[in-house]
């Protein structure tokens, strides 16, 4: 098993912060890796195409909602950029009612 090493990235306004290269432990991973989880394993539970996408679009949108809220200390420009590019990345492909 590979062990996790620290990064120290600095942000913007040129404060240094602490990162983790394992992006199951990091908090600004998991707004991106949610959504994605969340379409694989509504497929898996039987679940159309269809559900399976707006379930995954409507994870992403909380978690946008969250990074523009002043609550969160993990927002940036970046961030949310790129988290909006996902949102409009995400299309369905084919029958919106197929299930595994």
């Known amino acids: 098993m590979a062990t996790s090493k620290t990064v120290l990235v600095t942000r913007p306004n040129h404060d240094i912060i602490e990162k983790e290269n394992n992006p199951l432990s990091d908090p600004l991973a998991k707004l991106y890796l949610e959504p ?13 195409a269809s559900e ?5 679009l409507g994870e992403m949108k909380k978690n946008l909602r969250k990074m ?30 197929a299930i595994i």
Do not use: C, F, M, Y
């Open 68 to 97: 523009l809220s002043s609550e969160n200390p993990l927002t940036d420009s970046t961030g949310i950029v790129l988290l909006w590019s996902n949102i409009r990345g995400q299309i369905l492909l084919g029958d919106p009612n």
């Open 36 to 48: 994605s989880n969340i379409v694989a394993t509504t497929l898996l539970k039987g679940h159309s």
């Open 52 to 56: 399976a996408h707006l379930r995954g």
